[in-house]
T-cell receptor, first 113, second 114 residues
Framework: DAKTTQPNSMESNEEEPVHLPCNHS???????IHWYRQLPSQGPEYVIH???SNVNNRMASLAIAEDRKSSTLILHRATLRDAAVYYC??????????????FGKGTKLSVIP | KAGVTQTPRYLIKTRGQQVTLSCSPI?????VSWYQQTPGQGLQFLFE???????NKGNFPGRFSGRQFSNSRSEMNVSTLELGDSALYLC?????????????FGQGTRLTVV
């Protein structure tokens, strides 16, 4: 199974952009890259996903390296509400069309006022 | 549109007892997955149900079981509770249309085994 590597923690100042890196050097050609985040005392929340091209949505942007061995989640202006653990995941497809999310330890993002 | 609802939110049980947790997915979602979150092991996949059938199972003992009803609501059961089963149990629903589907998580049930 393809694995992901993320820094344990990062800090950002409020209203500054944040770049959260993820390495996935063993990614296969059909693996999608998903990002979730978990705010304190809540369940994980979907952020964004992509395959090859960079992606944008209202929450964040996802920049994917040309060789797809790494990606970066970009929060354009961090707010205090963005303080959370961010998980980079390559969903695993199992039999019968099911897929599962394998969560690593993620990156704990702290936002400084 | 209502989100994923898990009940109860908190539960305290004694070793050896059994427990049933409930999850109501988002309307129209047919896939329900369960995860266990502990400080030591993080978030771990338990199992996934789709149209009342278990399609995938994680590496947990047989004491952990689940089922899904025709309205897509799901329950998970843990028998012969152990102290190590104390955890946050999370349920996620999705429309399960291929790999690009996003999963929506509930707030979880906090189980404490004493």
């Amino acid at each position: 199974d393809a694995k992901t590597t993320q820094p344990n923690s990062m800090e950002s100042n409020e209203e500054e952009p944040v770049h959260l890196p993820c390495n996935h050097s063993t990614i296969s050609g059909t693996d999608y890259i998903h990002w979730y985040r978990q705010l304190p005392s809540q369940g994980p929340e979907y952020v964004i996903h992509g395959l090859t091209s960079n992606v944008n949505n209202r929450m964040a942007s996802l920049a994917i390296a040309e060789d797809r061995k790494s990606s970066t989640l970009i929060l354009h202006r961090a707010t205090l509400r963005d303080a959370a653990v961010y998980y980079c995941i390559l969903p695993k497809l199992s039999g019968a069309g099911s897929y599962q999310l394998t969560f690593g330890k993620g990156t704990k993002l702290s936002v400084i006022p | 549109k209502a989100g994923v609802t898990q009940t109860p939110r908190y539960l305290i049980k004694t070793r050896g007892q059994q427990v049933t947790l409930s999850c109501s997915p988002i309307s129209g979602h047919r896939s329900v997955s369960w995860y266990q979150q502990t400080p030591g092991q993080g978030l771990q996949f338990l199992f996934e149900y789709f149209s009342e059938t278990q399609r995938n199972k994680g590496n947990f003992p047989g004491r952990f079981s689940g089922r899904q009803f025709s309205n897509s609501r799901s329950e998970m059961n843990v028998s012969t509770l152990e102290l190590g089963d104390s955890a946050l149990y999370l349920c996620a629903s999705s429309s399960a249309v291929g790999l690009i589907t996003e999963a929506f998580f509930g707030q979880g049930t906090r189980l404490t085994v004493v």
